[in-house]
Structures are given as structure tokens and as C-alpha cells.
């Protein structure tokens, strides 16, 4: 019998390409079927961006998930996470220019100026742009020492879209008031996985999850095995 | 007044549909009835069986400006209506056991005659007419809405207000085991809304009881509700179980949220935007593209008048 060919997928990749398409498959499936609210046009808006911000929590999260666990393999998915969010946020923003404004830039461009939701989320998206177009290998080698830096501009941007959230809702942040629930997770969260990342507490939780990590009984040892 | 749309044909004069409905059946009955000669005793349960006869909803009607009503399912299944979640379709399902009966409503503050009425007795004592209504939530889409109901001057004339009376302050039902929305603290319920007694006894001013010829539903306010068309939708408070009559300014729920984006007039303005979004334009559930919001929803002429000489860019 010929040697299987080995899988090339490993199932945390499985899963993140099935997650990010089934958010717009469903999309997709829910607009032509008619299954979308009886406000459509809100409803894909208020969709994609939920989509969007989960994936750019998601790509936040493998840091984390590699100090604590020290399971390295997330800090390889992170550019499939950062571009599927990169995508939502093209696709939520075509909604909102062309079906929810008609491509009438004058009315768009006087209603973003004017409205701090909109400058914010403008802004937000506007940033993720060069990190999406920097993301592939020939970026990363030619830029050095910047790319890090360049994509650190992520920390920048998951607060402004969280606010970007907060002021679609209504609510009021200061009086916490309102409507306020979900942005305030998504908020705590983002600045749960940021402060992770300072370098005394991402070194403390380092060590920690070593000792911890030690006192798991090691069944990842590779068992031995003859030879067939 | 020329910058306000006239309005060429109350709603409150089109035939109600469930007598333009029922006319056939009328007619068919009258002749059974009157064939069946001297059955004098099947008039009462012909009279009856017309009563009964449920209005098939019908799409056609359409507001004063020509555009038509919303489809029941529309208006049935996307709801603002925190007290059960702030997600507009799951509103629908979660307000299905909420009980509508038996339901009273108090009436009283400053008033000669304060009383608690069943809503059967209100159905009784105030006359029943059907309003086409345009509905602009404050989130900038909208619907126009077939209720039932009674307008708020004809109960308030019922209790009489004293000459103290300045405000008249409305309270929605606090239930939070029905109401699972109430057990968020982020909230201070119960819903509360207010209304200057001169705006309370315009004409336009209308507590429903139904919607679409048919008993209100849960999730649009059951069993009353107020329907304020020329404000923002969050001032037709929903599911009343006290009305009164007062001398200040009463609190409003979104005002003491969050005074500077909702204010106690609310008077739909497409001049004066929400800090955080534009209300220029609106989008009508049912159409794609925005429509350019009316100032007081296209009633400026019945209501503008209430508020010469305030400044509404203040007065919000």
C-alpha cells in the first residue's frame, strides 16, 4: 500500500476557515432565501461588522493562547484571522457606501465628517488597510524591524472599532446606561488580551503557566515506537 | 404653513376596514336574515357573526401621503421594545406569554375624577377609530402602522384634568418575570414617557388598542399604547398602566439615560441630528433606499403650531 499522504490542514486551521466562510455563506444564503430582518440593509451592515470584530478579537487572541499554553501553532493563523476580519470590514463598508447610501457622496461624506461613530470606524478601517496589504511574506522580509512595528498598529485599532461598536448602540458609556452590554464585553476583552502583552506581565504569565505546565502529568511525550 | 405637506384626507374618515370588509357579509347576511322572514331571533346572531368576522389584513391602505401600510409581519416581528431585549426580532417570540388580561389602567393625579379603568371599559366608553401612522424610530428607519384605538384627549376628558395639570406622565407595566429586559439594571424601569398637556389633547395623539383590525400584540405594546406620530418612536410608550396628570416636567426614561441624544420633546426633526447619527433621512422598512425624514413626521401642520416660539434645536 502506497504511504497515505499526510493531511495538509491542521484542525485549528480547519476551523478557522470554516468559522470566517460561514459567516458570509449564511449571509449570502439568508439575502437570497429572504431571511434577513425586515431592515436588510442594517441587518448585513450590523452582521458583517460583528463578524469583523470577533475575527480581529480572534487574531488578538493567539498571543495570549501561546504565553499561557505555550501552543505556538495560533501565532500562525493570526494573518488568516487579521484578513478575514479585513475582509468583513471591506464587505461592511461596501454595504454602508453603496446599499445603505446609494454611492451618494456627498450625503456620505457630510454624514462621516459629522458623526464621530463614522470617523472612528473610518479611521479604524482606513489603518487596517496597509497592515492587510503587508501581511504576505515579501512584506515581512522587506520591511524587517518595521513589519512588527507596522502591525503593532493593531493594538490602535480594536479599541477604536470597539468604540465604533459602542456608539452605534444607545447607550451611554460614562453613566453606564443603556444599551451598552455586548461593546462592553467585546471592550473588555480587547484590553484583556492588550495588557497580556506588556512585557512584565506577559513574562510573569510566562513563567507562571511554565510551573503550571510542569505539573501536568506529560502525556505529549512522544511514546516510543519501533520502527516497521 | 405651505412648508408642511396637507394632509388632504384624515385617516380618521376613510372607511375602517373592517367595515368595508364586512360590507359583503353584511349585505349577504341582511338578505339570509331577511329570507329566512320572520326568524326575527337570527338578527342578534347576524349582528354578532359580522362583529366576529376577522378583517383579512389587506397591504393596500395607505397613510394621507399616498404610501402604503407596512405588512403585518413586518410590524409584528421587528420591534423596539427593550423590556424584553433590545434585539428587534427576538422580541416577538420572548413577548408571546406576556399577559395582556386582565389589565387595568390607573388615571389619576391632578384630576377631578381619578379612576382605574378595565381596558373592556375603555373599549366601551371611548369610540373606536382606525389612524394610519407613520412611525420614525429614532434609529432613522420607519413604518406606517394601521391602529385601532382611541385618541388620549377623549379619555382625559373623561377623568378632567384641573388647571394645575401641565404635564401628563405615562408608566409602562413592571414585570420582570414576563419581561426579562426589566432585570437589566443598566435600565431604570419602569419605562416612563411624558407628554405636555397640550400636545396630550391634540388630535393626533392616540392611545391603540389594536393594530390591522385585530387585538394589539405583546410585542407592539399590548394591550394599550400610545402613539405619538409626529415625535420619535421611544415616546409611544407601550403596555400603559398609569396615566397621570402633573404639574412638572415628568422624567422620561431615555432622557435620564442620556439627556444630551434624547430629549423630552423628541419632536422627529431631520435638522437636528442625534449627536451620533444624521436623522436627514430615514429608511421606510419595505424599501432599499433612504427617504428624506419630514419635520414632526409630516404632521407639522396639526402639531407645528404647539411650539411657536421655542427653539427646537434646544428643545430636542
Redesign the interface.
Known sequence: MPPMKKFPYTPLQIAIHIYAWSGLILLIFDAVTGHL??????DLEQRTGRHAITLLVLSLLCTPVNTLFKWSEPLKRRRALGLYAFMYAVIHVIIFAD????LAWS?LVQ?VI????LIVGMFAFILLIPLAITSFDIWKKRLGKNWKRLHRVVYFIAPLVVLHYL??K???IL???????KPLIYGLIIAIFLIMRFPPIRKALASFSTRMLALLPKKNQQPKVDAP | MTQYNSVPIRSSEITPRQVYLSRRDFMKAATVTASAALLAACAPSAAEQIQNTKAVPTSNATDELGDKINTYSDITSYNNYYEFTTDKQGVAELAQDFKVAPWTVEVGGLVNNPKTFGIEDLLKLLPQEERIYRLRCVEAWSMVIPWEGFTLASLLDVVQPTSDAKYVRFETVYRPEEMRGQKNDLYPWPYQEGLRLDEAMNDLTFLATGLYGEPNVPQNGAPIRLVVPWKYGFKSIKSIVKIGLVAEEPDTLWKSIASNEYGFYANVNPAVDHPRWSQASERRIGELNRRPSLPFNGYGEQVATLYKGLDLNVNY
Open positions: 430582518s425586515p431592515n436588510p440593509i442594517q446599499l445603505d447610501y446609494g450625503r454624514e459629522q458623526k464621530p461613530r456608539w452605534s444607545k447607550g451611554d453613566s453606564l446606561q443603556g444599551d451598552i452590554v
